[in-house]
């Protein structure tokens, strides 16, 4: 249900996109956002997109660099990916709740019943 893909190796400084096809029951879900999983690192938070209050929040260590946005039409959540570093370098997966998460709750992977296969982004320095 979840399509990750746009990930590949960029050099530090440099941009990716990332997109996340989803299917109609998880695009109009409660939250749609992005893990990432580093080398030898647990998974942890990246973006999110809450639907009903149409707002986006993102973890203070891509804050500024990276943007999370949809396409409503084509059913799309992109994470816009700038200025990135080696320590970027990471598998990214799109995630979904159904639920409309608080704050609190957005930064918590077991928050997130579906998951996408991730996509590979590394950064050389």
């Known amino acids: 249900q979840l399509q990750a893909s746009g990930g590949g190796l960029v050099q530090a400084g440099g941009s990716l996109r990332l997109s996340c096809a989803a299917s109609?029951?998880?695009?109009?879900?409660?939250?749609m956002g992005w893990f990432r999983q580093p080398p030898g690192k647990e998974r942890e938070f990246v973006a999110a997109?809450?639907?009903?209050?149409?707002?986006?929040a993102y973890a203070a260590s891509v804050k500024d660099r990276f943007t999370i946005s949809k396409d409503s039409a084509k059913k799309m959540v992109y994470l816009q990916m700038n200025s990135l570093k080696p320590e970027d370098t990471a598998v990214y997966y799109c995630?979904?709740?159904?639920?409309?998460?608080?704050?609190?709750?957005?930064?918590?992977?077991?928050?997130?019943?579906?998951w996408g296969q991730g996509t590979l982004v590394t950064v050389s320095s």
């Open positions: 109609e029951r998880t695009f109009s879900s409660g939250v």
């Open positions: 995630v979904v709740s159904t639920r409309n998460l608080i704050n609190s709750a957005l930064f918590s992977r077991t928050q997130y019943e579906c």
């Open positions: 997109f809450r639907w009903a209050r149409n707002t986006a």
